[in-house]
């Protein structure tokens, strides 16, 4: 008898991490909202001083926008740089520094436990990655769409 109660819990270690897969953790869920709230009213703030990129003070972050920041290639330096060039086009892949080629974690929270757990982490990575990739801070309207877009990744 000792032996099948064993094997049930045998069989809850390994079935939870694969059950696990493509869902977001309420901490993700949390930072993310956070995140979202905080954006928003940024974003019309920056359309009252003209920071923002066209009139967005009234439009909501949606996927589509989101997924097309993500895959648009901007050129400087004679380089193609784009956020899926290092995260690959499916956030949910690991990926590569594009310089260092050591493998990079998926960016999607679906696939990564370790994104969106800490708002400061996440604004600190925008920060860097958008002076990389665009030589300027992203707008609020633009990281509102990204992380919109990441969280509807499953």
């Known amino acids: 008898m000792k032996k099948f109660r064993f094997l049930p819990a045998l069989i809850g270690v390994i079935v939870f991490p694969v059950c696990a897969q493509g869902t977001i953790s309420a901490q993700q869920i949390e930072v993310m909202d956070k995140l979202l709230a905080v954006y928003a ?3 019309k703030i920056e359309v009252k001083e003209e920071k923002g990129r066209g009139n967005v003070s009234d439009k909501p972050f949606t996927v589509e926008e989101g997924r097309r920041f993500y895959l648009v290639r901007r050129t400087w330096q004679s380089s193609d740089f784009t956020c899926s060039g290092c995260h690959t086009e499916d956030p949910k892949k690991e ?12 960016l999607a929270p679906s696939a990564n436990p370790e994104r969106f757990i800490n708002a400061n982490i996440v604004e600190a990575n925008f920060t860097s990655h958008c002076m990389d990739l665009h030589e300027r801070d992203c707008t609020a309207f633009e990281k509102g ?8 990744v499953k």
């Open 95 to 106: 990926g590569k520094h594009i310089k260092t080629r050591l493998p990079l974690k998926p």
């Open 145 to 152: 769409n990204l992380i919109t877009y990441l969280k509807s």
């Open 41 to 43: 009213v940024a974003a």
